[in-house]
Each structure stands twice: as C-alpha cells, then as structure tokens.
C-alpha cells in the first residue's frame, strides 16, 4: 500500500504560477509512475501529466504542454507539478496518483488540492 499527501495550490491571477507536490510513503518501491489529474466543476476528470519512476519519462495533456513541469525526486518519493501561465480554465482540483505497473488503473491516493486562476 502506497499512501500519499498532496501539498500546494491555492488561488492565483492569470498568468501567475504554482507548484503542488505529492509525497509517496509506504510501499514506494512498487511505484512505476506517478501523475497529476484534474477535475473542474461539471467536468469529468481529466490527465494533465504523468512521469515513470525509474526512467523520468513524462507525458503531457496538449493543454498544458508548454506551461507545466512534472517532476520528481527519487530520494523523497515526491513529484511535483510546475504550472506557469496558469490560465483561467486551468481551475479543478487536482489529484495526484500513481500506478504500480503501466497495465493497472491508476489509484487515486491523494486528497486533492484546489487550484482557482482568477482572471
């Protein structure tokens, strides 16, 4: 079991910047990746990036490639989401989650953090 705890977020102008953080504990060696969604009010959730644990290999939605920096730092099991240009409609809630192999569901562990970019 993979627990994890999202920090981060908040309420920003347009064009403004955030970083969240997600900081695995547990069974952290079974992690095979780790990634952000997020969720806005009516919308379904959706992918906005994702990186392998062992290869840093990452992946973006076309929505924020350009703006936003996933990354991650082995030792403390911690992944981060840059986001800069933030634009209005970047507003969700985001949720950090991760997969112990690239065939399961992902699990999302997290709490979720509320992102707000005022315009």
């Known amino acids: 079991q993979v627990h994890v705890v999202q920090s981060g977020g908040g309420l920003v102008q347009a064009g403004g910047s955030l970083r969240l953080s997600c900081a695995a504990s547990?069974?952290?060696?079974?992690?095979?990746?780790m990634g952000w969604f997020r969720q806005a009010p009516g919308k379904e959730r959706e992918f906005v990036a994702v990186?392998?644990?062992?290869?840093?290999?990452?992946s973006y939605a076309d929505s924020v490639k350009g703006r936003f920096t996933i990354s991650r730092n082995n030792a403390e099991v911690t992944v981060y989401l840059q986001m800069n240009s933030l634009k209005p409609e970047d507003t969700a809630v985001y949720y950090c989650?991760?997969?112990?192999?690239?065939?399961?569901?992902?699990?999302?562990g997290g709490q979720g953090t509320q992102v707000t970019v005022s315009s």
């Open positions: 989650a991760l997969r112990s192999t690239p065939t399961v569901p992902y699990d999302f």
């Open positions: 547990g069974r952290t060696s079974r992690i095979y990746d």
């Open positions: 990186i392998t644990w062992g290869g840093g290999y990452t």
